[in-house]
């Protein structure tokens, strides 16, 4: 079905239809958009049919206070560290079953306070789906949002989404509390560097001081620089510039700001964007 408006009572009456109908649990998929990307929620590694499972924000209404734009807020805020500025669209429901409950599942879609600023988590990973100006519409059927969202995109792109690699939450923690390194260790992680066996032999790790637990890595940017330059490191155009302009913001390396944002695709320059703003110090808790 196609997006429909959030007028009127439009918000109880689908909880109370709900209710009527005998589901026991109610939950929200949520779509975040913004500049023509959806956000992606990196859920572990799946099964033969879904090796990496990507989700959206979801949440479920909880009894007997919350309501449809409670849980919307939940999800977003909780599994994306963002700020709902208005819930935009209904894009309409699935049934299924957990057990022996039945749940249903609403789909809406949100714009939020700030979409330039990044949000980071250890314990789970993101990445922003282009959805190549497709207009939204829920699946039939059973079919997840996500799913149908995800396929849909795939159609067009050609790729599917790949799982984090494993160095990024060790690389997270490592910059936690310094901005420019938080910003460009991210620039990274949704780049393919990180997959690479001659890049992340740049990369150091170690455990916490503080409880000899916490996995850290740090990035030798000035090393991987140098590698680049002595032809050590081959890759593309978009590669080479996203890497130059991370090693920049992490290290103050100095970049061809003409050459390095020449060329760039969309998807790469919403990247470098929520990076410029994360490193300036503009944390989703300043919504």
């Given at each position: 079905?196609?997006?429909?408006?959030?007028?009127?009572?439009?918000?109880?009456?689908?909880?109370?239809?709900?209710?009527?109908?005998?589901?026991?649990?109610?939950?929200?998929?949520?779509?975040?958009?913004?500049?023509?990307?959806?956000?992606?929620?990196?859920?572990?590694?799946?099964?033969?049919?879904?090796?990496?499972?990507?989700?959206?924000?979801?949440?479920?209404?909880?009894?007997?206070?919350?309501?449809?734009?409670?849980?919307?807020?939940?999800?977003?805020?909780?599994?994306a560290g963002y700020h709902v500025a208005e819930i935009t669209g209904y894009l309409g429901r699935h049934?299924?079953?957990?057990?022996?409950?039945?749940?249903?599942?609403?789909?809406?879609?949100?714009?939020?306070?700030?979409?330039?600023?990044?949000?980071?988590?250890?314990?789970?990973?993101?990445?922003?789906?282009?959805?190549?100006?497709?207009?939204?519409?829920?699946?039939?059927?059973?079919?997840?949002?996500?799913?149908?969202?995800?396929?849909?995109?795939?159609?067009?792109?050609?790729?599917?989404?790949?799982?984090?690699?494993?160095?990024?939450?060790?690389?997270?923690?490592?910059?936690?509390?310094?901005?420019?390194?938080?910003?460009?260790?991210?620039?990274?992680?949704?780049?393919?560097?990180?997959?690479?066996?001659?890049?992340?032999?740049?990369?150091?790790?170690?455990?916490?001081?503080?409880?000899?637990?916490?996995?850290?890595?740090?990035?030798?940017?000035?090393?991987?620089?140098?590698?680049?330059?002595?032809?050590?490191?081959?890759?593309?155009?978009?590669?080479?510039?996203?890497?130059?302009?991370?090693?920049?913001?992490?290290?103050?390396?100095?970049?061809?700001?003409?050459?390095?944002?020449?060329?760039?695709?969309?998807?790469?320059?919403?990247?470098?964007?929520?990076?410029?703003?994360?490193?300036?110090?503009?944390?989703?808790?300043?919504?």
């Open positions: 079905m196609p997006r429909i408006p959030i007028t009127g009572s439009l918000l109880t009456d689908l909880l109370t239809a709900a209710r009527t109908d005998r589901a026991g649990i109610i939950h929200v998929a949520v779509v975040i958009e913004t500049s023509n990307t959806i956000l992606l929620l990196h859920q572990g590694d799946g099964d033969d049919f879904s090796p990496h499972r990507w989700d959206l924000p979801a949440g479920s209404v909880l009894p007997p206070r919350d309501q449809l734009d409670d849980a919307i807020g939940h999800a977003v805020t909780r599994a049934d299924d079953t957990v057990g022996d409950t039945n749940r249903r599942t609403f789909g809406f879609t949100v714009t939020i306070t700030d979409p330039a600023r990044m949000h980071r988590d250890a314990r789970r990973g993101h990445q922003w789906l282009l959805t190549w100006r497709n207009p939204l519409r829920f699946p039939d059927g059973t079919t997840s949002l996500a799913r149908h969202l995800i396929n849909t995109a795939l159609h067009r792109r050609g790729a599917y989404p790949q799982p984090e690699p494993g160095i990024a939450g060790a690389l997270r923690a490592g910059a936690a509390g310094l901005y420019p390194l938080e910003a460009a260790c991210e620039l990274l992680i949704s780049t393919h560097w990180l997959y690479r066996d001659d890049f992340t032999r740049f990369i150091r790790t170690g455990t916490s001081l503080t409880d000899s637990v916490t996995e850290l890595a740090e990035i030798d940017w000035q090393a991987a620089i140098t590698a680049r330059d002595a032809g050590q490191l081959p890759c593309s155009g978009g590669e080479n510039r996203t890497l130059r302009l991370a090693a920049s913001i992490a290290a103050g390396i100095p970049v061809d700001l003409h050459q390095a944002l020449s060329g760039l695709d969309e998807t790469s320059i919403n990247l470098i964007v929520r990076a410029a703003r994360h490193a300036n110090g503009q944390r989703p808790a300043d919504c």
